[in-house]
């Protein structure tokens, strides 16, 4: 009925039908080229039968994201920007941030049900801000979801005390399966400049380039948030009715789903990559449009913020050409 709303289906087709776009599937961007006068050119890309091509541009649109927009620009440099291109505040790849959680999950006498149709959310926003008594800062939302298929459910989303294999195993499999409730918390990431993407020295990716390299240690206020968040979701079970309640433990991150502030916006180009338009400070000609812009993690999921920011960075852009300005 068209109501998704990806931008796979609910804008890419009005652009295609235009006539003045063209997707090219599969390719891979690997250098953004500058001329002696510090503007982008063009880029160089791989496509999917890994034939090389440059693409000259009279602008450069990036929107790969906190972790692939960042290894593009540290691996586009040359001599006029030897630490990457538009790296002169040498803040590209830092300030990376996720998102705190937590996960409990909760069994219940009857059917719930929960793994028919596509996975629905419903979310908590009572605790979007935490108040400063509890002496760390965070806030966030509780996401009731249940985002398992079968065979992942079966291994990985069961409480710890279940035995994994045998009779028993069955049985907790089908009991569990269509009785079972989990409550993710999405909540804040605080920024630290520590936290970054950058390019591994030494493993290359398929096409010989460097393969991204990601450092990442939770702030202590991240695993604070992430335990209140626990105790709340715990509640909330008890709340529901829940026969038994198991929590996923909390630890330092591993991975994310979401990547965020590797180019983070601000006015100042001293401490920001790029300026309120998404434009670059250093290149006039080159734009970033993703997560990377975000100073703050936020407090749920981010997509939504990211395709407002996008609208919002088309008419910025639309205006600057109108005014010959890139």
């Known amino acids: 009925m068209g109501a998704k709303s990806s931008t796979l289906a609910s804008l890419i087709p009005i ?21 002696l006068k510090g503007r982008a050119t063009g880029v160089t890309y791989f496509d999917k039968s890994g034939t ?58 009857h059917p719930l049900n929960d793994y028919r149709s596509i996975v629905d959310t419903r979310v908590i926003q009572d605790f979007y801000e935490i108040s400063p008594q509890h002496g760390f800062y965070g806030g966030g939302g509780i996401d009731a979801r249940f985002e398992f298929q079968p065979l992942g459910f079966a291994m990985g989303a069961l409480p710890p005390d279940i035995p994994t294999w045998g009779s028993a195993y069955k049985k907790a499999l089908q009991e569990y399966y269509t009785r079972t409730m989990f409550l993710l918390s999405h909540a804040t990431s605080l920024p630290l400049e520590t936290n970054n993407i950058s390019l591994d020295p030494n493993l290359k990716d398929d096409h010989g380039l460097p393969a991204i390299r990601l450092t990442y240690k939770d702030h202590p206020h991240d695993l604070l948030t992430a335990k209140f968040f626990a105790d709340r979701s715990s509640e909330l079970m008890d709340a529901a009715g829940a026969k038994k309640k198991w929590l996923f433990p909390i630890e330092e991150s591993t991975f994310a789903v979401h990547l965020l502030g590797t180019c983070r916006m601000g006015k100042d180009p001293r401490t920001s990559v790029i300026n309120p338009d998404h434009r670059t400070h250093d290149v006039p000609n080159l734009f970033l449009c993703d997560g990377s812009s975000m100073v703050t ?3 749920g999921q981010p997509t939504m913020t990211i395709q407002a920011l996008a609208y919002r960075a088309a008419d910025r852009i639309t205006d600057l050409a109108h005014r010959g300005e890139i």
Do not use: W
């Not at 652009?15 to 001329?35: F, M, Q, W, Y």
């Not at 920007?81 to 069994?107: E, Q, R």
């Open 15 to 35: 652009a295609l039908k235009t006539g003045r776009c063209e997707i090219r599937p599969l390719s891979t961007v690997t250098n953004i080229h500058t001329d």
């Open 52 to 109: 090389e091509h440059f693409q000259h541009a009279r602008a450069v649109i990036v929107s790969a994201n906190g972790a692939e927009t960042p290894r593009l620009l540290l691996m586009s440099k040359s001599k006029l920007c030897p630490d990457g291109l538009a790296n002169s505040s040498g803040k590209v790849g830092k300030y990376l941030m996720f998102n705190s959680n937590s996960y409990m999950g909760g069994l219940f006498e």
């Open 297 to 299: 993690s936020g407090r």
